[in-house]
C-alpha cells in the first residue's frame, strides 16, 4: 500500500526535514516486506491566499485516486500506535492501494474536505505546529512498520 503524507506548505531545509526523510526511509525499509510503502511527502502551497477552501482544492488533487483519505485534525479520535498500526494493516488486508495522509494548512482542514475523511487521526489536545506534526506522523509510520514487524522498537 502506498502512503502519501499531503500537506499544506513547503518544508525548508532543517532539522524537521532531516527527521523526517530519515523516518521515511526507515517506514520504506522496514514496511516494504509487509506490503507498505513507498511513501512520499507531497506538499501543496496556495499563493494566492484563498484559505481552507483554496488549500482544500490543491490537497484534493494531491491525494491519488481512489486512496483511503485520512486527515489529521484536532476534531480526530485519539488512538495508540498499535492502533494506528491496526489501521494500516487492516487498509492493507482489504485491499487498498494507496493511503493518503491529510495535514491542512494554518486554519485546519476545509470542513468539507474533513467530512469526506475514511478516517481521522488527532494527536491530542494540543496544537501542534503543521511541520511537528510532519514529523510525528513520519516517526508513527515507521513505528507502526516496526510493530507489525514484530520489531522491538516499540515498548508498552
Known amino acids: 500500500m502506498r502512503v502519501s503524507i499531503c500537506a499544506v506548505g513547503r518544508m525548508r531545509a532543517g532539522p524537521e526535514k532531516t527527521l523526517i526523510d530519515d523516518y521515511m526511509t526507515r517506514f520504506e ?5 509487509l506490503g507498505l510503502g513507498p511513501a512520499r511527502v507531497v506538499e501543496v502551497d496556495d499563493r494566492k491566499g484563498g484559505g ?36 494500516l494493516a487492516g487498509w492493507r488486508d482489504a485491499g487498498r492501494q494507496d493511503l493518503a495522509l491529510v495535514i491542512g494548512g494554518a486554519d485546519g482542514i476545509d470542513p468539507d474536505l474533513r467530512a469526506e475523511a475514511d478516517f481521522s487521526i488527532s494527536f491530542g489536545a494540543m496544537v501542534w505546529p503543521h511541520m511537528l506534526v510532519r514529523v510525528m506522523l513520519a516517526e508513527q509510520l515507521y513505528r507502526a512498520a516496526t510493530i507489525l514487524a514484530g520489531s522491538p522498537y516499540h515498548r508498552v
Open 52 to 87: 481552507m477552501g483554496a488549500e482544500a482544492l490543491l490537497l484534493r488533487k494531491a491525494v491519488p485516486a481512489g486512496a483511503v483519505l485520512c486527515t489529521l485534525d484536532e476534531r480526530g479520535k485519539v488512538i495508540s500506535s498499535p492502533d494506528f498500526a491496526d489501521r
Open 29 to 33: 525499509r522496514t514496511g516494504r516486506a
